[in-house]
């Protein structure tokens, strides 16, 4: 009898740690984070529960990182633009901030002022020539990188910085002839006003 009960207690223990150690081994598993997460797309939520960041593929079919105001933020200063409310981020127009790629993969940069216009972009063009745009609230004021042409390509490296609306401009140009390929500056101002916007 005595040995009936000792092989019972011994059963008993060892079904008591298989249960144990299965448990740990469970909650070891659950609490180390996962090696690979997918999905298509991320949300970064405030604490009112609105989306403040946004990783995924926009409506524009671009490849972004976005931001929006957080709503809990402070209010514009004194004799700032108050901040305007801003649709979906999944929405191009919508991105206060957003860093990606076009949907024809060209790295972008993008940044909007509190009244949702755009005011600085730097993208490259179809044939990875560098752009760098600035506006302000009523459109383009400064470009610097490559000058558009009537024949735009690979080759084209006339580059220009250039102040909207066509007031100055400082650059550079190439000319090829039978002897070769030369740079030649230009600084091109206008006297003539026009009206701010």
């Known amino acids: 009898m005595k040995q009936i009960v000792l092989i019972g207690a011994a059963l008993f223990a060892g079904f008591i740690g298989g249960v144990l150690g299965n448990r740990t081994s469970y909650f070891n598993r659950q609490s180390r984070p996962a090696d690979l997460v997918r999905a298509h797309r991320f949300e970064l939520l405030n604490e009112d529960g609105q989306p403040i960041s946004y990783w995924g593929v926009d409506k524009g079919n671009n490849v972004v990182l976005a931001f929006a105001r957080n709503a809990g933020a402070n209010q514009a200063p004194i004799g700032a633009v108050a901040a305007q409310p801003l649709g979906p981020l999944d929405d191009p127009d919508s991105q206060r901030f957003a860093i990606g790629l076009l949907g024809d993969d060209s790295p972008f940069l993008k940044l909007r ?4 216009k755009l005011r600085a972009e730097l993208l490259l063009n179809l044939f990875s020539k560098p752009i760098f745009l ?20 690979v080759d084209v490296n006339d580059w220009d910085l250039d102040f909207h609306p066509e007031r100055a401009s400082i650059g550079m140009f190439a000319r090829r002839d ?6 030649q500056g230009f600084l091109d101002v206008h006297k003539d006003r026009v009206k701010y916007p």
Do not use: C, F, N, W
């Open 134 to 153: 600035m506006e302000d609230e009523t459109g383009p004021r400064v470009s610097l990188g490559i000058a558009g042409t009537d024949t735009p390509g």
């Open 113 to 116: 002022g509190p009244d949702g």
């Open 178 to 183: 039978s002897k070769g390929t030369y740079l």
